[in-house]
């Protein structure tokens, strides 16, 4: 799929505007990458030249990869019925670990020559995808053989490639992983796992249909992982590997207003909890239930099939424009479902502020008064119709097909409200809405 040209475009822009630097997909070992499989001759090869077309693309939109090890080859797999979403990833364990691990080895092998050690270096090795839910039908016993194999393969390839694991759904398995890791002396360079505010697994979703557990629920998971971590591992790298407002892949909620202020709650207690973060996913050009051409139709992306930005687009922009220095806010009320999130720059000359409020809490009027010295510049809202432009096409009528006069209608839709002269006075942030207030020092 990242071979599509126009996915690579949303790639370069999530990368220049958003600052994303780190790329993950499902599937690298699978069979149509072919780079394990039996050919007419009845032999099985190693073939790499899919992998390096699809690496090689990635690294052209300035992002890196975040590789995941999967799925199985089916020359490997115990049981090649075993198979998951539109492209039927294969889910089974190995027949022979020893296989798999050699297949880890040569594949290793293959991107030091390739690319080198210095570029593996800024690399993330991650070992399969979401073990505990039917990505994986084997056991825990068995995944954790799997890392174990893996890993082994990677540090004897280079002890220097960062590892990983175990990217479970919902945050689980956090302790057995390091108990098992610490048992086996394997390493572990990074802690990934995910997370969605859902009571559903991804296969059990497809409709679309979810029960929504709230943002404290993201919250109370970000923590509850960060003490398992720290009661293990103190420091090791926390790193949540997928997360949005819901895992229903066809969920209106992604496409609303208010997933701008899900999104900047989230990452805030991201800030807080964790170390790093990969958004699932960049674009509505995806998939795994069978590609979607409908301008809105609940897809996990950023943008659109169309490259229209969503309400999410725009909240990570603001929290780009944030600078390294995080900023207490002094007497706003920050909660999961409201709250305030700051920064100020290097040099000292600007102060920007997020703030959002999603529809738990209704209407929220807030005056923000920044340190001494700092006067109000720009203040921008992300609102329905004004930085959310799925508001805008349910106005049109929902239209399947989109002229060009309603696209270019729905890109101005998509752009927040702008106020350059803002006077400082109070943020008025209906529920389910977003803003950035920006302030720059006095002369």
Not at 179 to 198: E, G, K, M, Q, W
Not at 367 to 382: D, S
Not at 429 to 443: D, I, K, N
Request: proline content about 6%.
């Amino acid at each position: 799929m990242v071979m599509r040209s126009d996915l690579q475009s949303q790639m370069r822009r999530c990368r220049n505007e958003l600052g994303f630097r780190y790329w993950r997909a499902h599937g690298t070992l699978s069979d149509d990458v072919s780079v394990f499989t039996t050919y007419p001759d009845g032999k099985s090869y190693y073939t790499f030249s899919g992998l390096k077309r699809i690496l090689d693309a990635v690294l052209a939109t300035g992002m890196k990869p975040f590789l995941e090890l999967s799925f199985m080859p089916s020359v490997l797999s115990r049981d090649p019925s075993q198979g998951i979403t539109h492209y039927r990833g294969l889910t089974a364990p190995p027949a022979d670990f020893s296989r798999w691990e050699a297949l880890i080895a040569e594949t290793a092998r293959f991107l030091l020559e390739t690319y080198g050690a210095g570029e593996l270096r800024t690399w993330y090795f991650e070992v399969w995808n979401e073990p505990n839910i039917p990505f994986w039908v084997g056991t825990q016993e068995e995944y954790f053989q799997l890392y174990r194999h893996a890993v082994r393969a990677l540090k004897a390839a280079h002890p220097d490639l960062r590892v990983g694991g175990p990217a479970t759904a919902r945050g689980e398995w956090i302790e057995d992983f390091l108990d098992d890791c610490a048992r086996h002396a394997a390493p572990v360079d990074f802690l990934s796992t995910h997370i969605y505010p859902s009571d559903v697994a991804f296969v059990d979703s497809a409709s679309g249909d979810v029960k929504l557990l709230g943002l404290d629920f993201l919250w109370q998971n970000f923590e509850r992982v960060h003490a398992a971590v720290q009661a293990r591992r103190p420091g090791l790298p926390i790193i949540w590997g997928e997360w949005n407002s819901s895992a229903g892949p066809l969920a209106e909620n992604h496409d609303t207003c208010e997933n701008a202020a899900v999104i900047a709650s989230a990452l805030a207690g991201i800030e807080r909890w964790a170390d790093a973060s990969l958004f699932w996913n960049l674009s509505d050009i995806y998939e795994e239930c069978e590609y979607h051409f409908m301008p809105f139709h609940g897809g996990y992306g950023l943008l659109t099939v169309d490259d229209v930005p969503k309400s999410a687009f725009r909240a990570f922009e603001f929290f780009e424009r944030l600078e390294s220095h995080t900023l207490l806010i002094e007497g706003l009320p920050t909660t999961a479902e409201r709250g305030a999130l700051g920064s100020v720059s290097e040099d000292g000359e600007r102060i920007a502020i997020v703030l959002w409020n999603t529809t738990a809490l209704g209407d929220w009027r807030e005056t923000v008064v920044p340190p001494a010295g700092y006067a109000p510049a720009r203040l921008e809202r992300i609102l329905p119709g004004q930085g959310s432009a799925y508001e805008s096409w349910i106005a049109l009528g929902r239209p399947m097909n989109l002229s060009a006069r309603q696209h270019r209608e729905l890109i101005d839709a998509s752009r927040p409200e702008v106020s350059v002269d803002w006077d400082g006075s109070a943020i008025d942030l209906p529920g389910g809405t977003t803003a950035l207030a920006v302030y720059r020092r006095e002369r």
